[in-house]
């Protein structure tokens, strides 16, 4: 019987081997997800059909504009914009959201509320108390940081930085910012708020701040 039962023992030892696998797979799996998790449980580093399948399940699906920066003759390394930008809802409250594709990764997230003061609110209950002081990113998990900005209007943006792919864009920046091109030479700010900005510079690239 002592013999028996160990070789069962045994037995089981690979099938709860391959359990606690699974089981870590998952936990790492989720904790990646935490990591890059952004507004409306968007997934930083996501490609943009992934992205508008989240927004379609969310009931966001309509009203939607898209516009892609790429030159094929640019002999620098590759720097693709996607940008998607409509309608949106978080914590109950609604406006326009606006989404940032480098190399076909979700790199930001961009939310102006129609009640920017009620969504600080809201938004300092769930992630903790936000800065003070606009353009100050808080660091709300491993991969992401929030910050905010008024603008002249009044409003405010709430902006979500998927860190990986920002510092891949940023180092591009860095390296590549001097544009040799057939116009005017360009060189891009560091200081500059967000990615749209950056943006405006590049030729060929004209960002539409009514479209809606």
């Known amino acids: 019987m002592k013999w028996g039962s160990a070789s069962d023992s045994m037995k089981q030892r690979p099938i709860q081997f391959a359990f606690l696998s699974c089981l870590c797979v998952i936990w790492i799996a989720c904790q990646h997800r935490n990591s890059a998790r952004m507004i409306g449980d968007l997934q930083g580093g996501s490609i943009p059909d992934t992205a508008k399948m989240r927004l379609k399940n969310l009931g966001f699906n309509s009203g939607w504009t898209e516009k892609t920066k790429a030159n094929p003759d640019d ?22 959201l606006e989404l940032t594709f480098y190399n076909n990764r979700l790199m930001e997230a961009q939310f102006t509320p129609s009640e920017s003061e009620h969504y600080f609110r ?34 405010v943006r709430f902006l979500w930085d998927y860190l990986p792919a920002s510092k891949e864009w940023q180092d591009w ?28 510079l590049l030729p060929g690239w004209t960002h539409d701040p009514t479209a809606s």
Not at 77 to 96: A, W
């Open 173 to 200: 920046v860095g390296k590549y910012s001097l544009v040799f091109q057939s116009g005017p030479e360009i060189v891009f700010e560091k200081a500059i708020e967000s990615t749209t900005d950056v943006l405006n």
């Open 75 to 96: 002999h620098r390394p590759r720097h693709d914009f996607f940008e998607t930008k409509g309608p949106f809802s978080d914590l109950g409250v609604s406006g326009q």
């Open 122 to 155: 809201l938004l300092s209950e769930r992630l903790g108390k936000l800065p003070e002081a606009p353009g100050k990113p808080k660091r709300i998990s491993a991969e992401v940081s929030l910050s905010y900005y008024r603008d002249a209007d009044g409003s």
